[in-house]
Structures are given as C-alpha cells and as structure tokens.
Nanobody
Framework: QVQLVESGGGLVQAGGSLRLSCAAS????????MGWFRQAPGKEREFVAA????????YYADSVKERFTISRDNAKITVYLQMNSLKPEDTAVYYC???????????????????WGQGTQVTVSV
C-alpha cells in the first residue's frame, strides 16, 4: 500500500509563505490523482486542492484560490502545496491523500480518498 509522508509545515506570520511536500513510498503514486486537505481545531477536515496524475488539471477550494498552488513531480514521487499570502484562518493540520480507485477522475471529496499521510501542522500568526 502506498504510504504518504508530509513535511514543510511550521509557524509563519500572516502574509508569509510555506511550501508543503508529500512524498509517496512507491511509484504507483505517479499514476493517480493527489489531494491536499486541512483540519483546524474543532472543525471538520476540508478540501484544499487536488491535481490529476499528470499535473494537467488542478482544483482549489474557493478559500485558497489565487494564493495556493498544487504541483507534482512524478520523477520524485512528490506532490507540493505552495502557500502564499497566508492568513490566520489557514492554521490547520494539512494532509495529503490519494486513492487507487480512480484513474482519470480527480477526486475532491473527503470520502473519495482512502490513503492519507500523518499530517503536518501549519500555524499562521497575526
């Protein structure tokens, strides 16, 4: 089973930037869509961004459009989330996810993913 490991989280001031990485354990990952979700304290996990297997199609939550960019490097079996103009409301644990159920389809719903990383904390201070 594919394992995912996130990194790159940390503490940043509002207006700053961070880049999250999600490394997969095997090359199977390169044939499937990937997604980023986040969960703030006391809130449900929510969709942030998703990318097709070849990077041609990307999708974003309205709250992060124009600020976040998802990308992937299949040679490095890694997906990235570049986060700019961070706001305090972006504070959350960020998770990457994938599913081997879908080929061309890029899932954007929580229950469409079945393989998750352990998460990385992002804290944005005022």
């Amino acid at each position: 089973q594919v394992q995912l490991v996130e990194s790159g989280g940390g503490l940043v001031q509002a207006g700053g930037s961070l880049r999250l990485s999600c490394a997969a354990s095997e090359r199977t990952f390169s044939r499937y869509a990937m997604g980023w979700f986040r969960q703030a304290p006391g809130k449900e996990r929510e969709f942030v961004a998703a990318i097709s297997w070849n990077g041609d199609n990307t999708y974003y939550a309205d709250s992060v459009k124009e600020r976040f960019t998802i990308s992937r490097d299949n040679a490095k079996i890694t997906v990235y989330l570049q986060m700019n103009s961070l706001k305090p409301e972006d504070t959350a644990v960020y998770y990457c996810a994938t599913s081997l159920r879908w080929l061309a389809y890029v899932p954007r719903k929580l229950n469409e993913y079945d393989t998750w990383g352990q998460g990385t904390q992002v804290t944005v201070s005022v």
